[in-house]
C-alpha cells in the first residue's frame, strides 16, 4: 500500500460520530476482529511539503489541474476530485481562465467557498487566454485577473502564471508593470510564466532587479515521452534562476496512465486524438517500461510516471490532472515513490 493510501480511513474516521465506551472494547457488528483499524488524525500527506520558488508558498509536490473540470467531469465529480486530493494531504490547485470558458474557475471556487478551505488551498491561475480579455496587454491583464477572482470567489491569486504563448506583441516590461501593480494592490502574490523562452526569462529578470516583480515559477510541458521539449536553454536559465518547475501535461493527456493502448476508443474525440498520437513503437516500448517498474514496485504507471518526474532535477511539482478521485490516489502514490538509477535508464532507454 502506498505511503499515502490512508485517505479514506481518515476521511471516514473524521466524519465517523464519536464511539461509545463499549464500542471502544468490542468490534463494530459485522466488522471482523482483525479487520485494519482506521487511521485517525491528518492525512500523512499533509506533513509532505516544498518551497515553490524562492519565497513561495509551501506546497505538496503534486498539483492538482483542473483543466478537465467543466470539460470532461461535471461539478460534482469535480468536487469529489478536490476532496479526494485535500484527503490525501494536498494543498495546490492549478487552473486557467481559459479552461472550459471559465467554468473550471467557477467550479473550483464554488467548492473552496463550500469547504472553508481558501487559507488552507493555494491558488495557481495561468491568464491571458480567455477569449473576452485575451493577451497580456495592461488592460486585458488587469480584466482577465478581476474576473478570474470574481469566478474563484477569492480577493487573491497565490501564483498567477502569465502565458506568453497568448501574447506575442505585448512588450514584457508593460506586462511585468502590470503584474507589479496587482501584486501591490494585493490581487496576486507569486508570480508565474508559461510559454516563455529562455531569452525573455532573462530579460524578465533584468527587469526585476530594476524593481519589477520577479518570476519564480515556471510552468513548461515535460514528461516521460515529451523529455527534449525542455531545451537545455530554458533548463540553464530556470537553474541560474532558482525557478521551481512546474511541469504541464505530465501524464500526456492520460497516456501514460496506460488506460489506452489501442486506437480502437474514442480515436474521434479530441483526447482520444491526443492520445492516439503516442500509439506507435516508441509509446508502447514507455508503456511496457512503466508497467514493469510499477510491478516491481507495486504502483500504477500513472505513479511511476509522476515520480519520474519528481526525479528530474530542477521540477518542483507537476500539474496533473484527474478524471474521477481514484486517479487521484494512483497519481499521489508517485510522491512516495523513489525510481533507482536502473529504473530511470530503463525507462530513458524505453522512450528514446
Request: aromatic content about 4%.
Amino acid at each position: 500500500m502506498s505511503l499515502f493510501g490512508v485517505g479514506s480511513a481518515v476521511s471516514s474516521a473524521r466524519h465517523a460520530s464519536p464511539a461509545s465506551p463499549s464500542a471502544t472494547t468490542a468490534p463494530a457488528l459485522g466488522v471482523h476482529p482483525s479487520a485494519p483499524i482506521p487511521v485517525v488524525g491528518p492525512p500523512l500527506g499533509q506533513g509532505v511539503r516544498v518551497a515553490l520558488g524562492e519565497g513561495g508558498p509551501a506546497v505538496f509536490p503534486l498539483i492538482l489541474g483542473g483543466a478537465e473540470f467543466g470539460w470532461n467531469v461535471d461539478l460534482e465529480s469535480s468536487h469529489d476530485i478536490l476532496d479526494a486530493y485535500v484527503e490525501l494531504g494536498g494543498n495546490i490547485v492549478h487552473t486557467a481562465d481559459r479552461f472550459a470558458g471559465g467554468r473550471s474557475e467557477h467550479i473550483i471556487g464554488q467548492w473552496i467557498h463550500s469547504r472553508g478551505l481558501r487559507d488552507d488551498v493555494v491558488l495557481a491561475v495561468r491568464v491571458g487566454g480567455h477569449a473576452d480579455n485575451p493577451g497580456l496587454g495592461p488592460v486585458n491583464l488587469v480584466r482577465a485577473v478581476e474576473a478570474s477572482l470574481t469566478r474563484l470567489r477569492t480577493d487573491c491569486i497565490d501564483v498567477l502564471y502569465l502565458d506568453a504563448a497568448a501574447d506575442s506583441k505585448t512588450a514584457l516590461e508593460d506586462t511585468l508593470a502590470t503584474a507589479e501593480w496587482l501584486i501591490d494592490s494585493g490581487k496576486a502574490r507569486t508570480l508565474g510564466a508559461a510559454g516563455y523562452t529562455a531569452a525573455q526569462l532573462v530579460e524578465a529578470r533584468i527587469f526585476s532587479s530594476a524593481g519589477f516583480p520577479r518570476i519564480t515559477v515556471l510552468d513548461v510541458p515535460f514528461n516521460v515521452v515529451r523529455r527534449h521539449e525542455f531545451d537545455p536553454d530554458l533548463r540553464l536559465v530556470a537553474g541560474a534562476q532558482g525557478m521551481a518547475v512546474t511541469p504541464s501535461h505530465a501524464l500526456e493527456h492520460g497516456f501514460l496512465a496506460g488506460r489506452q493502448r489501442t486506437r480502437s476508443r474514442g480515436s474521434l474525440s479530441v483526447r482520444g486524438a491526443q492520445i492516439a498520437a503516442n500509439l506507435n513503437r516508441r509509446g508502447s516500448r514507455t508503456l511496457r517500461a512503466l508497467d514493469s517498474i510499477g510491478s516491481e514496485l507495486g504502483v500504477p504507471d500513472a505513479a511511476v510516471a509522476v515520480a519520474w518526474l519528481l526525479s528530474q532535477k530542477l521540477v518542483t511539482a507537476p500539474i496533473v490532472n484527474a478524471y474521477a478521485p481514484h486517479h487521484v490516489e494512483e497519481l499521489v502514490q508517485g510522491v512516495g515513490v523513489r525510481l533507482s538509477r536502473a529504473q530511470l535508464a530503463d525507462i530513458a532507454r524505453a522512450s528514446e
